[in-house]
Structures are given as structure tokens and as C-alpha cells.
């Protein structure tokens, strides 16, 4: 069986000059949930971007569930894949998280009634049908990018990758959002620089630097390793950090 | 409140007043457009001068104004321009026709005077009755409404999208105000001499914005037309919405209402 996410040999550049990834090669099995790890510009973003088709004219192979990330399959990958941005503004478009939440299942084509079914479940799994009317406007950070997962998973991906998910999160939404993560059980890239996410969410990680990948393993070993993490530009999880009180 | 800031909270309002899982009231969007146009078309078709038929149409809004809790006053700040263009439009004919109309208590009011008041009237009703709209109805519901009708599609997806792209520049600019401000305290606005690098720093970030909410729209299926939730709406309700409210200003328009009433007393 395929892998969920494959990258053979893949070499990328926004612009002709700088490679902003290069010969990355990794494979995600189904059901399995990875951190990717890495200091600025080291090309986490870059990867999600490029796995939805949202960045094109890489050189090697990507594919997504057997299918290749080309302009044919886009569609099929994007129904299969979904995306929440690092910036739920960006995320959510309409005025009401009900009509936000609904607009996937609407545009692939859902009856009214299934779109109202998907639109309750993927309220329900982020604890949130009762903000279904809630303006988009009035609801604060947490809620924000509670709803932003929810508009994903109305789709019902078998893929979903997150871009920065705690970031200006405050704690109790944080913990929040690890618990839900925790609960779904859709195949997950989760982007971070909040490595005590990832060590809370993901299986395995990959760690990043400079567009290549130095390491990819085993959470809780890959992120013990403190000379490794900062020779990268990072650091131990807070929680694995010890008292310096 | 920041300028910007009030301006995106009119539109989320006027974005959410109408929005929902159901329909207020259980009348369909498209009922309450057809209402509105022929009220616009039936209250532009009134006489120069008539405007005792004119005042009748005032009923509706009032009605609507109640049923929907819609206060004057942002209606009010709202129609303001439009009441400056028709009194401005109006003046012309307080010089050109000087007939007197009726002369009661030594004052004189002539038909000059008369279809002023009755264009100013005009143009506050229609706003009104557009504004009743926006504010019961999303901008998605309006135009899921227009398609229905079979609006072109192309016509439907240039408003939904300015209506959005509107959005991200409000929000753009009450953040960059913001930013502004904190650095610039107790400077009224933004100094002149800044005016070209904010427009132009405005229009790179929202374009970015925007970009970034079309990419977020391209992910979730949204390849060049809009699929809109439907809402639950009665079918029966919204036909003798249409049909009442229809017979009602039919009537006030062709028949003189007050005058036949003013008769039998």
C-alpha cells in the first residue's frame, strides 16, 4: 500500500536562484502523525505548501496517496489533503463559522443535508456546535483556530496538515487543541516550532534545516537530543528541559 | 471607534444579520429581493408631486423596520449622501417651478418645493429598503438570490469576491492605523508626507491577504464558482411574503389610499 506522503529526491525554488528545499525524501504512512521541525526558513511551510499543490515546479517526486502532486490530480489530492494555515484569518473567509465549515462540502458538491451532517461532526469533534451561528468576527484566537480545523475536517481528509497550530495560543487553548489533535485519527503533518506539540502530538518527526532534512526518526528520541536541536537552531522542549528554578 | 474598525463591523453585521443555519422569519432571500426591487421600482415610479401616494410607501419600512428591530439612526448615517444629492438635485426645482402648490397660514408651498420633498423621499425610501435588506440578508444569501434568478455567474463571483476583498482591506488598514498610531501619538490621522508609503504598504499587504484567503478558498474545492449552504427557509411563507407585501404596494401605488380612506370618514 502506498504511503500517505511520499517526497522522493524533491528539489524546490520559488525563484530561480536559492533552493529552498533540497532532494528532500520521506514517506508518511496512513494513520501516522509527524512533527516537522526546524528553525525559520529551514522549509516547513514550503513542504505543506508544495504537498496541497499551493506551491508548483518542483523537481522529483511528491505524491499524496499514490497520486502525484501535479495540476491533473490536484483536485483528488486537495479532497484528500487538507490545509489549516498558521493564520486562521486567512483560514476563515465567510461570516459565520456554520457557512465557513460549510463551504468545503458545499463546493465538492454535498446535498444541503449531508453539508449540515459534515458541518455538525466537525463541529462536534472540535467542541464547538455550539458556536455554529458565532460571527467569525467575535470569536477570540482559540476559537478562531478551532473553527479553522473544523473547516477542514468537514471535508473528511485523510490527510491534515497544520501549519504553526499553537502559535498565539494561550495555554488552556493549547492544551485544548493537543487533546483534539490527539483525537483525530486522519494522517497529520503538523509544522512547529512549539516542539512540546510535537513531542505531545507526533510519532515521528523530521527535522529541518536549510531545505534538507538532517534527521527523521522517532519523537521522543529526535527531540531528547539537545546537541542536535541546537546545533539547529533549536531547543529542548520546555517539559524535557528540567526545573530551572 | 477607529473609522476602519466601524467600517468592518457595519459589514460583518450587515454580513451576519442575515446569516445563519435558517432564514429569520423562515422567508427565502430571494423573496425579500423581489420585495425589495419592485418597492425601489414602484416608489421611482411615483408622480413629481405625489406625495401623499409617496407617504404610503413608508408602511413597508416601517413594518420591516419593526419586524427585523432596525433602528432610523444607522439608516440615518447611512442615507445622508443620498439626501444631500436630492435636495441638491431637488434646488433646481424650486427655481424653475415657482406654481404655487397651496398657500396655507401665509406660507406658501409651491411644486418646486413639493417634488423636492417628494425626491428626497424617494431616495431615503430606496436607501432604506436597500439597507432593510443588506441587514436581513447576507451578501452569500443576496447572491444566491441573484442566481436564482440567473444572474450570470461571472456578475455573482465579481461581487462575492469584492465583498470579501473589501473585508481584508479594512482589515488591513485598522491594523496598519493601529501600528501608526502607537508610533505617532496625538497626530490626528496620518500625516500627509506618509500617505504614499500607507497606500502602498496597504495595498502589497492586502494583496498578500488576499492571496493567502484565495489559496485557503482554492483548498477547500473553490474553482470559479461559489457554492453557498442553503438555507432552511419555508417556501409557503416566502410565496405570501411576495405576495402580500406585492398586493400592499401595489395598491398604495394605484390607488389613493389615504384620499379614498380620508372620503369614507
Same mark, same amino acid.
Given at each position: 500500500?502506498?504511503?500517505?506522503?511520499?517526497?522522493?529526491?524533491?528539489?524546490?525554488?520559488?525563484?530561480?536562484?536559492?533552493?529552498?528545499?533540497?532532494?528532500?525524501?520521506?514517506?508518511?504512512?496512513?494513520?501516522?502523525?509527524?512533527?516537522?521541525?526546524?528553525?525559520?526558513?529551514?522549509?516547513?511551510?514550503?513542504?505543506?505548501?508544495?504537498?496541497?499543490?499551493?506551491?508548483?515546479?518542483?523537481?522529483?517526486?511528491?505524491?499524496?496517496?499514490?497520486?502525484?502532486?501535479?495540476?491533473?490530480?490536484?483536485?483528488?489530492?486537495?479532497?484528500?489533503?487538507?490545509?489549516?494555515?498558521?493564520?486562521?484569518?486567512?483560514?476563515?473567509?465567510?461570516?459565520?463559522?456554520?457557512?465557513?465549515?460549510?463551504?468545503?462540502?458545499?463546493?465538492?458538491?454535498?446535498?444541503?443535508?449531508?453539508?449540515?451532517?459534515?458541518?455538525?461532526?466537525?463541529?462536534?469533534?472540535?467542541?464547538?456546535?455550539?458556536?455554529? %451561528?458565532?460571527?467569525?468576527?467575535?470569536?477570540?484566537?482559540?476559537?478562531?483556530?478551532?473553527?479553522?480545523?473544523?473547516?477542514?475536517?468537514?471535508?473528511?481528509?485523510?490527510?491534515?496538515?497544520?501549519?504553526?497550530?499553537?502559535?498565539?495560543? %494561550?495555554?488552556?487553548?493549547?492544551?485544548?487543541?493537543?487533546?483534539?489533535?490527539?483525537?483525530?485519527?486522519?494522517?497529520?503533518?503538523?509544522?512547529?516550532?512549539?516542539? %512540546?506539540?510535537?513531542?505531545?502530538?507526533?510519532?515521528?518527526?523530521?527535522?529541518?534545516?536549510?531545505?534538507?532534512?538532517?534527521?527523521?526518526? %522517532?519523537?521522543?528520541?529526535?527531540?531528547?537530543?539537545?546537541?542536535?536541536?541546537?546545533?539547529?537552531?533549536?531547543?529542548?522542549?520546555?517539559?524535557?528541559?528540567?526545573?530551572?528554578? | 471607534?477607529?473609522?476602519?474598525?466601524?467600517?468592518?463591523?457595519?459589514?460583518?453585521?450587515?454580513?451576519?444579520?442575515?446569516?445563519?443555519?435558517?432564514?429569520?422569519?423562515?422567508?427565502?432571500?430571494?423573496?425579500?429581493?423581489?420585495?425589495?426591487? /419592485?418597492?425601489?421600482?414602484?416608489?421611482?415610479?411615483?408622480?413629481?408631486?405625489?406625495?401623499?401616494?409617496?407617504?404610503?410607501?413608508?408602511?413597508?419600512?416601517?413594518?420591516?423596520?419593526?419586524?427585523?428591530? /432596525?433602528?432610523?439612526?444607522?439608516?440615518?448615517?447611512?442615507?445622508?449622501?443620498?439626501?444631500?444629492?436630492?435636495?441638491?438635485?431637488?434646488?433646481?426645482?424650486?427655481?424653475?417651478?415657482?406654481?404655487?402648490?397651496?398657500?396655507?397660514?401665509?406660507?406658501?408651498?409651491?411644486?418646486?418645493?413639493?417634488?423636492?420633498?417628494?425626491?428626497?423621499?424617494?431616495?431615503?425610501?430606496?436607501?432604506?429598503?436597500?439597507? /432593510?435588506?443588506?441587514?436581513?440578508?447576507?451578501?452569500?444569501?443576496?447572491?444566491?438570490?441573484?442566481?436564482?434568478?440567473?444572474?450570470?455567474?461571472?456578475?455573482?463571483?465579481?461581487?462575492?469576491?469584492?465583498?470579501?476583498?473589501?473585508?481584508?482591506?479594512?482589515?488591513?488598514? @485598522?491594523?496598519?492605523?493601529?501600528?501608526?498610531?502607537?508610533?505617532?501619538?496625538?497626530?490626528?490621522?496620518?500625516?500627509?508626507?506618509?500617505?504614499?508609503?500607507?497606500?502602498?504598504?496597504?495595498?502589497?499587504?492586502?494583496?498578500?491577504?488576499? @492571496?493567502?484567503?484565495?489559496?485557503?478558498?482554492?483548498?477547500?474545492?473553490?474553482?470559479?464558482?461559489?457554492?453557498?449552504?442553503?438555507?432552511?427557509?419555508?417556501?409557503?411563507?416566502?410565496?405570501?411574503?411576495?405576495?402580500?407585501?406585492?398586493?400592499?404596494?401595489?395598491?398604495?401605488?394605484?390607488?389613493?389610499?389615504?384620499?379614498?380612506?380620508?372620503?369614507?370618514?
Amino acid at each position: 500500500m502506498a504511503a500517505d506522503i511520499e517526497f522522493k529526491n524533491v528539489t524546490f525554488s520559488y525563484d530561480k536562484g536559492k533552493n529552498v528545499l533540497h532532494d528532500i525524501c520521506f514517506s508518511i504512512e496512513h494513520g501516522v502523525s509527524t512533527g516537522l521541525i526546524g528553525a525559520n526558513g529551514a522549509g516547513k511551510s514550503t513542504i505543506l505548501k508544495l504537498v496541497t499543490g499551493l506551491v508548483t515546479g518542483y523537481q522529483g517526486t511528491a505524491s499524496v496517496q499514490g497520486s502525484i502532486v501535479n495540476k491533473d490530480n490536484m483536485a483528488d489530492i486537495r479532497r484528500k489533503a487538507g490545509y489549516v494555515f498558521q493564520d486562521a484569518d486567512s483560514q476563515l473567509f465567510m461570516s459565520t463559522v456554520y457557512e465557513d465549515v460549510a463551504f468545503g462540502p458545499a463546493n465538492y458538491g454535498c446535498t444541503e443535508e449531508e453539508t449540515e451532517q459534515r458541518v455538525m461532526e466537525a463541529l462536534r469533534k472540535v467542541n464547538m456546535e455550539k458556536l455554529k %451561528d458565532r460571527q467569525i468576527y467575535r470569536m477570540s484566537g482559540g476559537e478562531k483556530k478551532l473553527a479553522s480545523i473544523a473547516t477542514i475536517l468537514s471535508m473528511k481528509p485523510e490527510i491534515i496538515l497544520l501549519d504553526e497550530p499553537s502559535v498565539a495560543l %494561550d495555554p488552556g487553548n493549547r492544551k485544548n487543541l493537543i487533546q483534539i489533535l490527539n483525537g483525530m485519527p486522519e494522517t497529520k503533518v503538523i509544522a512547529s516550532h512549539d516542539l %512540546d506539540l510535537v513531542l505531545d502530538t507526533c510519532e515521528k518527526t523530521i527535522l529541518l534545516a536549510g531545505g534538507r532534512i538532517i534527521k527523521y526518526g %522517532d519523537t521522543k528520541e529526535l527531540l531528547q537530543d539537545k546537541e542536535l536541536l541546537e546545533a539547529y537552531g533549536l531547543l529542548l522542549p520546555l517539559c524535557l528541559q528540567g526545573s530551572r528554578i | 471607534m477607529n473609522k476602519a474598525r466601524q467600517a468592518a463591523k457595519d459589514i460583518h453585521i450587515s454580513d451576519n444579520a442575515g446569516s445563519g443555519s435558517s432564514a429569520k422569519g423562515g422567508i427565502h432571500p430571494l423573496a425579500r429581493l423581489i420585495v425589495t426591487f /419592485i418597492y425601489i421600482i414602484l416608489v421611482v415610479s411615483f408622480p413629481s408631486y405625489d406625495l401623499a401616494g409617496l407617504a404610503g410607501m413608508f408602511i413597508y419600512l416601517l413594518v420591516n423596520g419593526i419586524w427585523y428591530g /432596525i433602528s432610523a439612526k444607522p439608516v440615518l448615517k447611512r442615507a445622508w449622501p443620498v439626501f444631500l444629492v436630492a435636495i441638491l438635485a431637488g434646488s433646481a426645482g424650486l427655481v424653475t417651478d415657482r406654481e404655487v402648490y397651496i398657500t396655507y397660514s401665509g406660507i406658501t408651498i409651491t411644486y418646486g418645493m413639493l417634488g423636492m420633498v417628494t425626491l428626497v423621499l424617494k431616495g431615503m425610501f430606496c436607501i432604506t429598503a436597500s439597507y /432593510i435588506l443588506s441587514v436581513t440578508a447576507s451578501a452569500a444569501q443576496i447572491c444566491h438570490a441573484l442566481r436564482l434568478i440567473h444572474v450570470p455567474e461571472e456578475i455573482i463571483m465579481v461581487i462575492l469576491l469584492m465583498h470579501r476583498y473589501l473585508i481584508v482591506l479594512i482589515k488591513e488598514v @485598522e491594523r496598519m492605523q493601529q501600528a501608526y498610531k502607537l508610533r505617532a501619538p496625538g497626530r490626528k490621522g496620518i500625516q500627509f508626507k506618509n500617505w504614499g508609503s500607507f497606500a502602498g504598504l496597504l495595498l502589497l499587504r492586502s494583496m498578500d491577504r488576499a @492571496e493567502e484567503v484565495y489559496e485557503s478558498m482554492k483548498l477547500r474545492g473553490f474553482h470559479g464558482s461559489l457554492k453557498y449552504p442553503l438555507l432552511k427557509s419555508g417556501k409557503r411563507a416566502s410565496i405570501l411574503y411576495v405576495f402580500l407585501w406585492g398586493i400592499f404596494l401595489f395598491i398604495f401605488r394605484f390607488f389613493p389610499v389615504f384620499q379614498i380612506a380620508g372620503s369614507l370618514l
